[in-house]
């Protein structure tokens, strides 16, 4: 059952599950993504992710084709099955001047009234099987980290890389499968230097194909057939689910090298 999803993926099945969309597609939302008043959007620009077992050891694929789960403990050599996806992403992306992550025009970088935003963001989510489909699905679990607001220092062609205020984060990341939809709940911010901390929340939107086109769907946005043997399928059509139902089509500035990323939309 979970052996043959490692087999189809390459144990990407917690590194994307399958998105259950309608057969259809529904109405396309138009206009340029951007954040609203206090808010931030950021972008996934990579991920390393590992997966654990219930003593914390990283899990590998098995070379010796025995285990029924297409794993092993990479200590023990032990077919095991994993509980937890251990996960650290790289993001950049811009928010509102006048927020807390934009506060003074003179750290606007972007037009004239978005900041450039990177953070360095891990999570521990937690995985269960579900009996019918013999997938793991991912639930929730704890997501910290570090940001910082940058501002060209000596190249103003490439992306800022000053950096101008800086701070960390942390919160509860929760999945909603079948929707390629996640919510940071709890979330807590700090800025170095400045006593207190503040609240936010945050949307994540994951990038999908049609599911209408041919190929298994997954949470990169890609088919697992084609992201494999395809060089161009990472520019292929890629869609964000919104809050009304309606897709909004991935931008060529939403993707990183290629691919499309999740973006995170996050409110203060």
Not at 62 to 83: A, H, I, N, R, Y
Not at 107 to 119: D, F, K, R
């Amino acid at each position: 059952m979970f052996r043959a999803i490692v087999d189809k993926a390459a144990c990407s099945v917690v590194l994307g599950w399958c998105v259950l969309m309608v057969s259809t597609v529904p109405a396309m939302a138009q206009g340029r993504p951007a954040p609203g008043p206090n808010q931030a959007f950021l972008y996934e620009m990579d991920e390393q992710a590992v997966l654990l077992n219930t003593a914390g050891n990283v899990l590998v694929p098995d070379p010796s084709g025995q285990s029924p789960t297409g794993l092993v403990d990479s200590k023990t050599g032990q077919p095991d099955m994993p509980v937890i996806r251990h996960a650290t992403s790289q993001l950049q992306g811009v928010a509102m001047l006048g927020s807390l992550l934009c506060p003074i025009p003179l750290a606007v970088t972007v037009s004239n009234n978005e900041c450039t935003v990177i953070a360095t963001g891990t999570d521990d989510v937690k995985l269960v099987l579900d009996p019918d489909s013999g997938q793991l699905i991912p639930t929730s679990g704890a997501v910290w980290g570090t940001y910082a607001v940058l501002v060209q220092l000596d190249n103003g062609v490439d992306s800022p890389e000053f950096a101008v205020q800086t701070g960390t984060f942390h919160g509860v990341i929760n999945f909603q499968p079948p929707l390629p939809l996640g919510f940071v709940s709890n979330g807590v911010f700090t800025i170095d230097g400045v006593a207190g901390s503040w609240s936010f929340d945050a949307v994540f939107r994951q990038p999908f194909k049609d599911p209408n086109q041919k190929d298994t769907v997954t949470r990169r946005g890609n088919a697992v057939r084609s992201s494999r043997t395809e060089a161009s399928a990472r520019w292929e059509p890629a869609y964000y689910l919104l809050d009304d139902g309606t897709w909004q089509e991935v931008r060529p500035d939403e993707r990183a090298v290629g691919w499309p990323t999740v973006r995170f939309e996050i409110s203060f």
